[in-house]
């Protein structure tokens, strides 16, 4: 039996990003069913959209970032019937035209129900966008990830994440509240518990840009903190981790996080920051500072 895909896929104000994301899509060898669109922009891509006649375009007059656009498309995807669901950023791309059938095929054989292929860094081949860490350390080497062949547990949700439709019933959808950062740490968290079969597999790859200057290492290559460049980011990334702390009860990531960024901003003199961090991941750790865009104060 030929089994089916639907993509689900988010845009922002990426016309330029979205255009080369559809081709690449619609020039994989194989098929998928719908691309459930959501745009959530200043300005419509309706005219990207429509140029593909297989684009489910919802127009969303709110932001619901990438949380909330991602659960919406989801929704939009998993009606189809499609028995897969390929999640995919406005700015990603798959890396060549068998992207999607190594996906399913690696799936299938692996008895997996959700499987990642690597993110890769575009202009930077050799170099993974979001690090793996193995043996406690942080690596962007491809290569060093590439011979261990597959990674089980681990993956870097969403982009490029290939997963079962039955999934969300057991897991839910991603949770709108995070926006922006964090809501692919929950749902991975969330698969984990689950007991659901996932992992990443290093015969295929999607590019995606990378975060490269936001990784910042304070006791050495095994403790490390995240600083977003933006203070938008920053504040919805510190929350988020504190919020995530909360929710699942993540001792360890309670202990770094306060060692490392106490580390990183004192060691730096930058009390400012320090007390940006701070503002932001109590908010978090105590369940609050969420609502709409408009409403938040960072």
């Known amino acids: 039996m030929t089994l089916s895909v639907a993509v689900a896929a988010v845009t922002f104000d990426r016309p330029r990003e979205l255009a080369v994301l559809l081709n690449a899509i ?3 060898t194989a098929a998928v069913r719908s691309i459930c669109l959501v745009d959530s922009g200043t300005v419509p891509a309706r005219d990207v959209a429509e140029a593909h006649r297989n684009v489910d375009y919802v127009r969303s007059e709110a932001n619901l970032g990438g949380a909330g656009g991602f659960s919406l498309a989801i929704l939009k995807a998993v009606a189809t019937g499609a028995d897969w669901i390929w ?4 700015d990603a791309e798959p890396a060549d035209p068998e992207c999607l059938a190594t996906l399913v095929r690696e799936a299938e054989a692996r008895g ?3 499987v990642v292929p690597l993110v890769v860094a575009p202009g930077h081949p050799d170099r993974l966008s979001f690090f793996f860490r193995l043996d406690g350390k942080v ?3 491809r290569a060093e990830v590439e011979k261990i062949g597959f990674l089980p547990n681990d993956g870097h949700f969403f982009n490029g994440a290939l997963i079962r439709s039955d999934v969300f019933f057991k897991v839910g959808l991603p949770d709108m509240r995070l926006f922006i950062r964090g809501d692919e740490v929950d749902f991975t968290i969330r698969l984990r518990k689950a007991g659901i079969r996932f992992g990443t597999v290093t015969t ?3 590019t995606h840009p990378h975060a490269f200057a936001e990784t910042k290492h304070v006791y050495g290559a095994r403790w490390h903190v995240i600083v977003p460049e933006s203070a938008f980011k920053r504040y919805f990334y510190y929350r988020n981790r504190g919020y ?3 929710r699942h009860f993540r001792i360890k990531s309670l202990v770094a996080d306060v060692g490392g960024y106490l580390g990183y901003f ?10 940006d961090w701070f503002g932001a991941f109590s908010a978090g750790l105590r369940g609050k500072g969420f609502g709409p865009l408009k409403d938040q104060k960072f």
Do not use: K, Y
């Not at 999640?87 to 406005?90: K, P, Q, R, V, Y």
């Not at 730096?268 to 007390?275: S, W």
């Open 204 to 206: 295929t790859a999607i």
């Open 26 to 28: 619609n020039n994989q």
């Open 87 to 90: 999640m995919m950023d406005d």
């Open 139 to 141: 690596t962007h080497d």
């Open 244 to 246: 995530l702390i909360r």
């Open 112 to 114: 997996l129900e959700a």
């Open 266 to 275: 004192l060691r730096r003199g930058d009390l400012r920051g320090l007390a």
